[in-house]
Each structure stands twice: as structure tokens, then as C-alpha cells.
């Protein structure tokens, strides 16, 4: 009795989960005239009277003027989220192992340092970045997009509370061998970090794929937007055709839900590594 | 060179790429924009230096007080997702068939927030085809016009963090705060004659804050930075100013009117605020959380 009960509880909010979800597959479906149908059952309105796939094509060919349009933006984020990933991991991961092993002047300071920036707004640093980089004359590039993105306070912090927790031991074991540093961060610490390691990865390049902000401000040309962006100016063209902005947001969280699928444990460890801190 | 030597340099030559990064794209910003909020910048004239009169202006600013008590009412959602999580977390904190695919679903929305979900609820939220008012006339009821009303647009975009936020990071957090709870604190109290309700506010309660008091602190943090994407992409801030946060404000500030001195004062002013709140919160919640 008392588990049917919370059968119950659980599907309702199943329920109240999913409906948006399926709403959205059912318009991108429909024929473009049929989303401004009043129905008088909530049901007919959910189910497209006849299927319409090709508005997925469509996406592309109605922004395709757009200096390559759905396209482009979706190479433009995969490159700018594969790159900023491997360079985050690899920029955090390096100064996580000098902030958890190597013993040099300062290093506490500034580790203070990093730790303090964790509270900023965003919005106090984005301002200079964006004068910065026009000055550079650097705005619509993909160094814009890219390379600020490549350093994380957080990611250097949650690799370093990683790092701490491995035992010493099998680095001086090495370290009498005769092991150099470089070789016991590759061959000891690295391998021993892989859950870590995947946990920083797939939050990074989920961040970087939803970002907003920052390309927001950094692009102005078309050709130089990400998907969120892309389909933010496709709105704008386009208020009305909500068949295709549907098919479009759709295609845009789809890598999202495959990545947290196959991903999910690292994403429930990576949660509680994050929480430490609290 | 000594071995402790070698180390240290090792040390340095590690850590340099971040922090050159770092110092490039946090340290310094961070500097420029308190340097910046003395002055007052078009980007196209030279900056002039103020003073203190970007900051005399926020106080009389009106928008401002406004906006900052947008942000303030928005936040009010805080403690009812709160509630939400450690609902669903204590439900699901059983051993039943099928809850991991519970929970991955409850997960979903949020691992997908962003603009993509914005974009479905503003056609969800549509006042005459959208999902809700569709549902509603079906039952007899004409909906609000939601994000196009000044009343309903911020309960709207609340209704949308809901379900973003409630099964996400939170809930996770929670279930494994209650799974860290022993299994004879129940034992006793029920052997004591306990119900339910006072096993949930004698034990599970007292149990679970230090884990309320982090999820408090972290969303309060984000609390007074939040709601930018959403009235970006949803809103455009209105109608009338209604789901203009702080951080929409500076954006505008900074980037539609090209007020970079100003634009930097409020930024200013939001940190200190956020500063200020997290200092209250560790204060005060050390006297409140049980460990």
C-alpha cells in the first residue's frame, strides 16, 4: 500500500517532468500551421496530426543566409566546447598538481587567491575581458570564445581536493627510482584521477555548451555565434515559426542528454566533490 | 640547483599557464572594474574620472532599487525548490524497483537548462497554444497571459526554474545527506512512538542541514546574480521592467548603452552585496546546522 503510494508520487512527477519534453517533440513535428490550432483536449494538441521530420532540415535551410546559419553554429560549438574542455582539464590539472604536491614561495597565497575569485560575479570581470579584447581587436574570434574560457578556478580546485586524497607513497616509490615530476604527474597521478578527471570533462563541456553570456557579448557576426546564440537571433527573425525553433532547441540539448546518460555516475560523484568545499 | 630547488621551479613552471590566465582574464578585470567604476565611459570619448558619483547615482537610481527587488522576489524561489528536493530526495530515498530511472528522468531539465529549455517554456507559457492555458481551458479556466503580464510574468519564470532545479544537483545533494543518516535514530524513535512527521523534524531535518545550510548559501550566491538568460530569452526584461534582474540591468548598462563606468559601479555593488550575504549566512548558519 505504502509502496503504491509513492509509486504514485514518483510517476505524477515523472509526469510533470517529462510533458515538457514531449511538448516540444510533438511541435517540432507538427505542420506549421498546426500549432495555432485551438484544441479542446490537451491530448489532440499533443499528438501531431500527420509528421512532419523534414522541419529538422529546415532549421538549417530557413537560417542558412545566416552567414551559414544552424550549421555553423553547430560547428562553431563543438569546436569552441571541445577546445576550451581540453584546455581547461589540462591548464587546471597542471597547476592542481603544483598546488597539491610541489612545495614552492607563495604557493598557499595564492592558492588563497583563486579560491577568493570563486565568489565574484561574473559580471564584474566581464566588462574588462570585453574592452580587453576590443582592444585587441579580437572580438568575433574564436581566441575570443576560446582562450578566456581555458582557465577555471573551480576546475583547478576540485582537482587539487582530488589530488590531496591520493596516497604518497607510490610517488616515492618513484621518486627513488629516480622518476622525474613530469613522469609521476603522467604515469601516477593522472591514471589515478580518472574519475576526476571524466567528472571535470563532462561538466566543462556541459557549461560551454550552454554558454551564453560570454559569446553574447564577445560575437557579433553571425558566422562567429554558438548554437544559443544562433537560435536566439532565429527567434527574432523567425517569432512565429515555433515548429522549427523547437526542432532546433531540440537539436541543441540531444548531445546534452547523451552526454549526462552515458556519463551519469561521474556526474553524481562530480556533484558531492563539488559540495566539499561547503 | 638543490632538489628542493628544482621543485619549486617545477612548481612555478606548472602552475603558469593557469595563472597566467588567470591573472589575465580574473585578476586583473577584477582591478580594472573597480578602477572603471570611478569613471564614466562611452568607448568612444576618453574615460573621465568621477569619483564617487557612479555610485551617488545607484542610490538614486530607481530602476535599480527596482530591479534589485525583481532579483530579491525571484529568489524567493529558493526555499520552495529547497523544499521540493528534499521532498523528492526523501521519497526516493527507498529501496524500490525502477528508482534510477526515476531519478535520471527528475534530473533531466536540469542538466538541459539553458537556452534551449527558455525557448520551450516561452511556448509553453504562449497564452493562447502553449501547453499550460491549452491544459487549463480544457478544465474550463482562461489562463494568464504569463510572461506577457506584469502579475504572472516572474511567478512564470519561477514555475520554470521549478522544474529546471528540483530534481537536479540539489535533490542529489540531499539523497546522499540522507543516506549518511543512521538507520537506528529511526529505529529508536519509533520504538519511542514517533509518527512520521516527527521523525521528518526530529531526525531527518536536523540531520540533513548542513547540507540546507550549503545548497542556502550557493543558491543564495547565484540568487542575486541570476535571472539574465531567462529575460534574455524569454522576456527581454518586460513586460515593463518585470523580469529586469540586476545582472540584466548591468548588461544594458554595460553593453546596450555603452555605460562601462556604470555598468562597473553596479557590478560593484552586486558583489559586495553577495559578498556581505555569504559572510551573514556562515555567521548565522553556524548557530543553526547541526554537524
Known sequence: MKKTATYVVLGVVGLFMLFPFLWQVSTSLKPAGDVFKSFDNPLKALVPRDVHPENYAQVYETTRAMGGGFARWYLNSILVAVAVTLGQVTTSACAAYAFARLRFPGRDKVFLGYLGTMMIPGAVTVIPNFILMREFHALDSYFALIVPAMFSAYGTFMLRQFFMSIPRDLEEAATIDGCGLMRIFTTIILPLSKPALATLTIFTFMSTWQSFYWPLIMTSEDSMKTLPLGLLTFMGLHSTQWTLLMAGSLMMIVPLIIVFVLGQKWFISGIQLGALKG | ?291
Not at chain 2, 155 to 182: D, E, K
Open chain 2, 1 to 291: 640547483m638543490t632538489r628542493n630547488g628544482r621543485t619549486a621551479l617545477a612548481g612555478y613552471l606548472f602552475l603558469l599557464p593557469n595563472f597566467l590566465g588567470f591573472l589575465v582574464f580574473t585578476s586583473l578585470p577584477v582591478l580594472a572594474s573597480l578602477v572603471l567604476s570611478f569613471f564614466g565611459w562611452d568607448l568612444f570619448t576618453p574615460p573621465r574620472f568621477v569619483g564617487l558619483h557612479n555610485f551617488a547615482t545607484l542610490m538614486n537610481d530607481h530602476a535599480f532599487w527596482y530591479y534589485g527587488l525583481n532579483t530579491i522576489f525571484l529568489m524567493l524561489a529558493i526555499p520552495v525548490n529547497m523544499m521540493g528536493s528534499l521532498f523528492l530526495a526523501v521519497v526516493m530515498n527507498q529501496k524500490l524497483r525502477g528508482i534510477v530511472v526515476f531519478r535520471t528522468i527528475y534530473f533531466l531539465p536540469s542538466v538541459v537548462a539553458g537556452v534551449g529549455t527558455y525557448l520551450l517554456w516561452r511556448w509553453i507559457f504562449n497564452p493562447d497554444f502553449g501547453l499550460i492555458n491549452t491544459t487549463l481551458r480544457a478544465v474550463g479556466i482562461e489562463g494568464p497571459k504569463w510572461l506577457q503580464s506584469i502579475t504572472w510574468a516572474k511567478p512564470a519564470l519561477m514555475l520554470m526554474g521549478f522544474w529546471n532545479a528540483v530534481g537536479g544537483n540539489n535533490m542529489i545533494l540531499y539523497l546522499a545527506a540522507l543516506q549518511g543518516v543512521s538507520p537506528e535514530l529511526y529505529e529508536a524513535a519509533e520504538i519511542d512512538g514517533a509518527d512520521r512527521w516527527q521523525k521528518f523534524w526530529r531526525i531527518t531535518w536536523p540531520m540533513v542541514s548542513p547540507t540546507t545550510f550549503f545548497i542556502l548559501t550557493m543558491s543564495l550566491i547565484g540568487g542575486f546574480q541570476g535571472g539574465f538568460e531567462q529575460a534574455m530569452v524569454m522576456t527581454g526584461g518586460g513586460p515593463a521592467g518585470a523580469t529586469t534582474t540586476i545582472s540584466y540591468y548591468i548588461y544594458n548598462h554595460a553593453f546596450l548603452w555603452n555605460h562601462m563606468g556604470y555598468a562597473a559601479a553596479i557590478a560593484w555593488a552586486l558583489f559586495t552585496v553577495v559578498f556581505a550575504a555569504t559572510l551573514l549566512n556562515w555567521r548565522f548558519g553556524g548557530r543553526v546546522v547541526h554537524y
